[in-house]
C-alpha cells in the first residue's frame, strides 16, 4: 500500500481558507436576520444584483438630464416674451424672419444661463424654421422650449423627443397665463373675456374641474384673473407687417 502523502503547507492553507469562507457566509447570513428584524422586510437579504455592463457604441453628445434643465431655463424666457413672440413668429415668412424675432425678444428680456440657441439664434434659424413648420409646435412655447434646449449637440427632433418624455413641471409666468388658457380652456377664456366683475369670474372658473395649475391659481385669486389675464394679451404687438420684412431682410 502507498503510504497518504504527507500534507502540504499548501493544503494547510486552502484548508484555512475554506474555513475562512464558511465562517464569514454565517457572518453575512446573520446579519441579513438581523436586518430583515429591524427593518421589517426582507428585501436586505437578496443578494446584489451585478453591475450592469456598460453599453457599447458611443457616448452620448449630450446628458438628457442637461437637455432638460435647458429647456427648464428656456421656458421661463419664452414664456416671458410670449405675448411678443407668439405674434412675430407667427408673422415670419423665413427662418430669418423667425431668427430676428428671438433677438428682439431678448432685447426686451434678458435670460440667464441660456442654452447655446439663445446665445446665438441666428445660427439656429433652420432649425428653429424646421421645427415651426414641423406640426409639432402647435403654438406652444413649452414646446418650442423643448425643441431647441438639446442645440447643437443633438437636433432639435431629439431634443424635442427627450423633453416630451418628461414634460415641464415649473409654474407659468403671469405673462403665459392668456396663451395657455386660450389653448387649453378655449371656451372659458371666451368667456372670461366677455366677464366684468369677480362674481362673474368666480362662476366661470368654477365650471371647469381640473387639477391644472394655472387655472387652479385663476380660481384662487379670481380679483386678479383678469389682469393676470390682460399681461399675455398679444394685441399691442400686433401689426399689419413687421418692421424686418418692410426692410426685405
Known amino acids: 500500500m502507498r503510504k497518504k502523502p504527507p500534507s502540504t503547507p499548501r493544503s494547510e492553507e486552502a484548508n484555512s481558507q475554506l474555513n475562512m469562507e464558511k465562517r464569514l457566509t454565517e457572518i453575512c447570513e446573520r446579519l441579513e436576520r438581523l436586518e430583515a428584524e429591524v427593518f421589517g422586510t426582507d428585501v436586505l ?17 449630450i446628458d438628457p438630464k442637461e ?6 431655463r428656456l421656458t421661463v424666457w419664452l414664456e416671458q416674451n410670449w405675448p411678443f413672440l407668439s405674434v412675430r413668429l407667427s408673422e415670419a415668412e423665413k427662418p430669418v424672419h423667425a431668427a430676428v424675432a428671438m433677438i428682439y425678444a431678448k432685447k426686451r428680456i434678458q435670460g ?12 439656429y434659424a433652420e432649425e428653429l424654421w424646421q421645427f415651426l413648420q414641423s406640426g409639432r ?4 412655447p413649452r414646446n418650442l422650449a423643448g425643441a431647441l434646449a438639446g442645440l447643437p449637440e443633438v437636433s432639435w427632433k431629439r ?5 416630451s ?16 388658457i386660450q389653448r387649453n380652456f378655449p371656451d372659458r377664456f371666451r368667456e372670461l373675456c366677455a366677464a366684468k366683475t369677480v362674481e362673474e369670474v368666480k362662476t366661470i372658473l368654477a365650471k371647469s374641474r381640473t387639477t391644472d395649475p394655472t387655472y387652479a391659481h385663476l380660481k384662487e385669486k379670481p380679483d386678479q384673473a383678469l389682469e393676470w389675464l390682460a399681461l399675455g394679451d398679444p394685441a399691442p ?5 413687421p418692421g424686418y420684412l418692410n426692410r426685405g431682410v
Request: aromatic content about 10%; glycine content about 2%; hydrophobic content about 20%.
Open 45 to 61: 437579504c437578496q443578494s446584489p444584483l451585478p453591475p450592469r455592463p456598460s453599453k457599447k457604441g458611443r457616448k452620448p453628445r
Open 67 to 72: 437637455v432638460l434643465e435647458r429647456r427648464d
Open 112 to 123: 440667464v444661463f441660456q442654452p447655446p440657441f439663445y446665445n446665438e439664434p441666428e445660427k
Open 137 to 140: 409646435f402647435h403654438e406652444n
Open 159 to 163: 431634443s424635442f423627443d427627450i423633453c
Open 165 to 180: 418624455k418628461h414634460p415641464c413641471r415649473q409654474s407659468r409666468p403671469l405673462e403665459a397665463y392668456r396663451d395657455h
Open 237 to 241: 404687438f400686433k401689426r399689419k407687417r
